[in-house]
């Protein structure tokens, strides 16, 4: 039985190994350690509540807005603000606009080349792939022309021998199965993908006075000034400008991104079969005008869509059985509220061969659900929205089966994750334009109030209360915890998308998502695991979230 090792797993955020045992081609057992300590509950403490949005989002330079969102409504849940309709719709647009971009990132830049030959792309003839793109998309750049300059860049890059991020691909590798002319056609958008993220962005960058670290968040609401009569604030041009934008990003989905992952999908079919799991949780967002979640909440247990939990933070708990930290009360489950964040590293020294994954092995815990793993993110999302029976998710889903033709019990897998989110990105890309609509329509009623001040001051709130502060991220459920004692944090705790995804085993033994996920994976080449990077990836993992602080010695 061969055992492998993944270290450190590229094109994610942080720092994230992976081993595995493989016998007769495929996964026999596998363990995620996250390698990177996570420090910023400690920095925390008895920083001001209302500064500690700034702060949370400096864990990750990816995740930024999404902690600055779930840190604001931790802290107004705990003091009771209340916040302005312009805030709430202020807040679903920045966070409609990060959601799309941040998916499509993820596709291209992240994933796509688990499943795309880039040097394949060499071998193609681009007047077939401009046949193939006609085929699927009437996007413009559908040109023989077009694709012929494309793979002389590629080519000249290749020369170049300046790879990069490519120099250590599993090029030629007999689980690629793409054609040369899609190989090609995804090389294409992968490149434009680069310039189309740097350009929609750029509604976040108006809300948010910059990006990444959006600045205009406060407890109560938002800081931007909204005003149709002021050339200071956001006004008529405004709308229009985010409008411009909204209009560009849905336009690369509709036209680039799902033609894309249908291309690709199709291909690979068999990955409905490999990677899947059981579990899955969400605690919905893109609140309305009544507090009504465009994407709901819900726990789905074994598969089962037809009975939909509603989720009850009150039945988190961490474990860290397996995490490096040690608890006060020793090896008990704590809910976030009680939580604790002592570091206790007792893995062995580097450089060394593998983990001791019967003892502590990451530096993740393992949050469970009623003692339950429970995968989050966008198929989770989905899913949950998908047994609730949700008009706008059910009606894109049933088509992308359709054009698949595979069945429901195919999105319970890696194909069924990617082509999740997908899905996701196409809903979002329209709501945003909807959110701008909503603005514009609260500014003609002459609706200028962005931010409630009445909890501003710690003299009105309780010695003591505590809150919760939750956000669908790109990734998953997000969950800020926030205890406040005479006006200072006395605890805090972030619960984020990859704590659920890439937690290590429990108390009970029990395996996290992904590691269970990779069970049963086939392995064509142990020393050339492409086939665990597709599931792995699939979770879009974000380490730096999760363990946020690496000490280095040198001895």
């Known amino acids: 039985m061969a055992r492998l090792v993944i270290d450190p797993v590229t094109r994610i955020e942080g720092h994230l190994r992976v081993e595995a045992t493989v016998n007769g081609g495929k996964v026999k057992d596998a363990w995620s350690s996250c390698t990177m300590w996570r420090g910023m509950e400690i920095v925390l403490k008895g920083k001001d509540p209302r500064d500690a949005w700034a702060y949370t989002q400096r864990a990750c330079g990816v995740c ?71 085929k699927i998309s009437s996007w413009p750049k559908n040109s023989e022309t077009y694709f012929k300059a494309i793979q002389d860049k590629v080519k000249a890059f290749v020369e170049s021998g300046q790879l990069g991020i490519f120099s250590n691909g599993y090029w030629g590798h007999s689980a690629y199965k793409l054609p040369p002319e899609a190989n090609l056609l995804a090389v294409a958008h992968y490149l434009e993908a680069l310039d189309w993220q740097r350009e929609v962005i750029k509604i976040q960058a108006l809300l948010g006075a910059k990006n990444p670290h959006p600045q205009t968040f406060v407890v109560g609401g938002q800081s931007t000034p909204v005003d149709p009569e002021s050339q200071n604030a956001l006004n008529a041009d405004s709308i229009a400008f985010m409008l411009k934008y909204a209009d560009m990003a849905l336009e690369f989905v509709e036209k680039v991104y799902i033609p894309d992952l249908l291309a690709v999908a199709s291909f690979y079919k068999d990955w409905a079969g490999y990677g899947g799991f059981s579990n899955f949780l969400a605690c919905g967002d893109w609140p309305d005008a009544s507090g009504k979640m465009y994407l709901p909440g819900g726990v789905i247990k074994n598969k089962n869509l037809a009975k939909i939990e509603p989720l009850d933070h009150k039945k988190f708990k961490e474990y860290i059985t397996h995490s490096w930290y040690k608890y006060s009360q020793g090896d008990v489950g704590l809910h976030p509220w009680e939580g604790e964040t002592t570091p206790n590293y007792t893995g062995p020294k580097p450089p060394y061969e593998y983990l001791n994954v019967d003892g502590k092995y990451s530096w993740g815990k393992a949050i469970r659900y009623e003692d339950l793993p429970m995968e989050v993110g966008p198929l989770a999302r989905m899913l949950v929205a998908y047994g609730l029976g949700h008009k706008d998710v059910k009606e894109v889903v049933d088509m992308v089966l359709k054009k698949l033709g595979v069945g429901p019990e195919a999105l319970f897998s890696t194909l069924g994750r990617t082509a999740a989110r997908g899905i996701e990105t196409l809903l979002m890309a329209k709501k945003t334009k909807d959110y701008i609509f909503e603005l514009a329509a609260n500014m003609g009623k002459g609706d200028t109030k962005i931010a409630d001040t009445d909890k501003w001051d710690p003299k009105t709130w309780p010695k003591e209360c505590k809150g919760v502060g939750f956000h669908e991220a790109p990734r998953g459920c997000l969950a800020h915890f926030v205890v406040i004692k005479d006006g200072k944090i006395a605890n805090y705790q972030m619960v984020v998308p990859s704590t659920w995804n890439l937690s290590p085993r429990d108390h009970k033994g029990q395996r996290g998502p992904v590691e269970e996920a990779l069970v049963g994976t086939p392995v064509a080449d142990s020393k050339l695991p492409l086939e665990l990077l597709r599931t792995i990836h699939s979770y879009d993992p974000c380490m730096a979230c999760g363990m946020h602080m690496i000490e280095v010695r040198e001895e």
């Open 64 to 134: 930024t807005t999404v902690h600055a969102i779930a840190s604001v409504r931790a802290v107004e849940d705990a003091i009771g603000a209340k916040i302005p309709d312009n805030a709430r719709i202020l807040r679903n647009i920045i966070m409609a606009n990060q959601n799309v971009q941040d998916h499509v990132i993820h596709f291209y830049h992240l994933h796509a080349l688990d499943w795309v030959d880039v040097t394949s792309a060499l071998k193609a003839d681009p007047k077939k792939t401009s046949e193939l793109a006609k």
